[in-house]
């Protein structure tokens, strides 16, 4: 598969809860704390597309070259957000991955984000070809209704 791979459909969202302990001192969440909510997506994702099973079987699997956010709005407490996040381009042996974050008191998105992700072996710590198996679970993912 020499071409990229480009999807787009948002198919895993994860509601989360603001913590006081998420606030920093101009009383609303810290940006790091963004981070960390593009995270637990993530890892939802990667658990719904097998990544995570495939990394325990076979010593191989992501890891994050980069990571970008844009910050909109900012998020207060007491809240909920919902983070959604999606697969939006499948290279050789790197991929996309792009979120919204959207706050439920206020109703909107409140930021967005993308990372870059690239397949490795964890043993040699080299890169590798993205497996056919996780390419087609994710592909299949994406293209839930």
């Not at 706050?103 to 072996?121: D, L």
Request: one cysteine or more; proline letters at 3%; a negative charge.
């Amino acid at each position: 598969m020499g071409s990229e791979i480009h999807l787009r459909n948002w198919p895993i969202s994860c509601e989360l809860d603001v913590q006081w302990g998420d606030l920093d001192s101009m009383n609303h969440v810290n940006h790091t704390v963004f981070l960390r909510w593009m995270e637990n997506a993530r890892m939802h994702y990667f658990n719904s597309c097998g990544m995570m099973e495939y990394l325990e079987s076979e010593k191989k699997g992501p890891i994050l070259a980069r990571i970008e956010a844009n910050y909109l709005s900012p998020v207060n407490f007491p809240d909920k957000v919902t983070v959604y996040s999606t697969v939006s381009r499948i290279g050789n042996s790197s991929f996309d991955m792009e979120y919204e974050i959207i706050s439920q008191s206020e109703m909107q998105k409140v930021a967005n984000g993308k990372v870059t992700g690239v397949f490795v072996n964890y043993i040699s710590g080299k890169s590798i070809k993205i497996p056919n198996e996780i390419i087609d679970k994710i592909v299949k993912l994406e293209s839930k209704d």
